[in-house]
């Protein structure tokens, strides 16, 4: 069976490296954590509001920080 939960907006965040996610999780109003590879990434990740960006390298030293409830 197949069961759908709701979240509400503070209890996620959205986690990637796209402009677009970042956007749409501030329209949306789910905090957004950008990860970049480069220093212009980090800009254009800010700029488009994401509430903090991290180094690409983080993710592969903690993966602990994502959690998956699997429901």
Same mark, same amino acid.
């Given at each position: 069976? &197949? !069961?759908? #939960?709701?979240? %509400?907006?503070?209890?996620?965040? +959205?986690?990637?490296?796209?402009?677009?996610?970042?956007e *749409? %999780? #501030?329209? /949306?109003?789910? !905090?957004?954590?950008?990860?970049?590879k480069t220093?212009? !990434? #980090? /800009?254009? &990740? !800010?700029?488009?509001?994401? +509430?903090? *960006?991290?180094?690409?390298? $983080? $993710?592969?030293?903690?993966?602990? $920080?994502?959690? @998956? @409830?699997?429901?």
């Amino acid at each position: 069976m &197949l !069961r759908s #939960k709701v979240w %509400a907006a503070d209890d996620v965040a +959205h986690v990637g490296g796209e402009v677009c996610g970042v956007e *749409v %999780a #501030k329209a /949306t109003g789910v !905090r957004s954590i950008g990860y970049a590879k480069t220093r212009q !990434r #980090k /800009t254009e &990740l !800010r700029e488009a509001g994401a +509430h903090g *960006v991290e180094d690409a390298d $983080l $993710l592969a030293v903690a993966p602990d $920080l994502v959690r @998956d @409830d699997g429901e």
